[in-house]
């Protein structure tokens, strides 16, 4: 009997030290941004409106489980370069801002999800209590974040009128 006892216990502890030193997988993949789907939205050099929406178009993959994504909208009248896109688009003269419009937003996805195509309707207002917000060229970026920490982000050089 007390040899049994000596197995069953080395055979736990084995069993348990096993499961220990055994690797879990780790994610080590960043999620992707996919403007290739039919009708994406915004795309590199697109135009949007004040005082209209339009509803963003994309699809985001990763190999474990998505996080969430945040989109940042910023003047870009300076010129500066921060674009993930390799075509390059035709810029308005450089200006200084004088009412730039700006946005910031972050968006949760659902859990679990491996796929997820956006379809959400974005609002840009014509403008604020300092009057119209500045027609001209701006930054889209869009940064996307997988349940592990990993992200990857697009940065497009948009244009932003009023009609």
């Known amino acids: 009997m007390k040899s049994v006892k000596i197995i069953l216990v080395a055979s736990l502890l084995l069993l348990v030290f096993n499961f220990c030193t055994q690797d879990a997988e780790i994610d080590k993949q960043e999620p ?9 939205f915004p795309q590199n050099c697109d135009t949007l409106y004040f005082g209209e929406s339009f509803k963003l178009k994309m699809l985001f993959s990763d190999n474990v489980e998505l996080g969430s994504f945040s989109i940042d909208v910023h003047h ?32 949760k996805i659902e859990n679990g999800l491996q796929k997820y195509e956006t379809d959400e309707l974005i609002t840009i207002p014509s403008g604020n209590e300092n009057g119209p917000f500045d ?29």
């Open 135 to 163: 027609d001209g060229d701006y930054h889209f970026f869009v940064r996307l974040t997988d349940k592990e920490g990993w992200s990857v982000r697009k940065g497009l050089s948009i244009k932003i009128f009023h009609r």
């Open 76 to 107: 870009n009248f300076d010129h500066h370069s921060h674009s993930t896109e390799v075509s390059q688009c035709d810029f308005l003269p450089e200006k200084d801002p004088v009412n730039p419009f700006s946005l910031i937003d972050d968006y």
């Open 32 to 40: 992707q941004i996919d403007l290739t789907i039919e009708g994406a």
